[in-house]
Nanobody, 129 residues
Framework: QVHLTESGGGLVQAGGSLSISCEAS?????????MGWFRQPPGKEREFVAA?????????YSDSVKGRFTISRDRTQNTVSQLHMNSLQPEDSAIYYC????????????????????WGQGTQVTVSS
């Protein structure tokens, strides 16, 4: 079983930047073919933010973060994914969750939570106005 742990969340002013990371721990080897980030604002449903397909390094973003957020892959020290967030706005405030799957979902499906098999517990990102 792979356990994912997010880190790096916190409070930032509007217009600022923040990077959050996702680390994986496992009793053995694991495959993370697609890594994703989702977020859940207060009182709202969880929504797709970004994903990266390891096989060809294709990246996918929601329209609301495209051009401001960047997802990257980092295998050093068990970190599997990072989300670099620029030009943050109060509406970006949410709990951010990392996710991964060893499968190879099509691009439309990897934007949905059901495509992922492993999830972290989330990290809070708060953007003040």
């Amino acid at each position: 079983q792979v356990h994912l742990t997010e880190s790096g969340g916190g409070l930032v002013q509007a217009g600022g930047s923040l990077s959050i990371s996702c680390e994986a721990s496992s009793g053995g080897t694991f495959s993370s073919n697609v890594m994703g980030w989702f977020r859940q604002p207060p009182g709202k449903e969880r929504e797709f933010v970004a994903a990266l397909r390891r096989s060809d390094l294709s990246t996918y973003y929601s329209d609301s973060v495209k051009g401001r957020f960047t997802i990257s892959r980092d295998r050093t020290q068990n970190t599997v994914s990072q989300l670099h967030m620029n030009s943050l706005q109060p509406e970006d405030s949410a709990i951010y969750y990392c996710a991964m799957t060893p499968r190879n979902p099509i691009s439309s499906y990897l934007r949905t939570a059901g495509a992922y098999t492993n999830w972290g517990q989330g990290t809070q990102v708060t953007v003040s106005s």
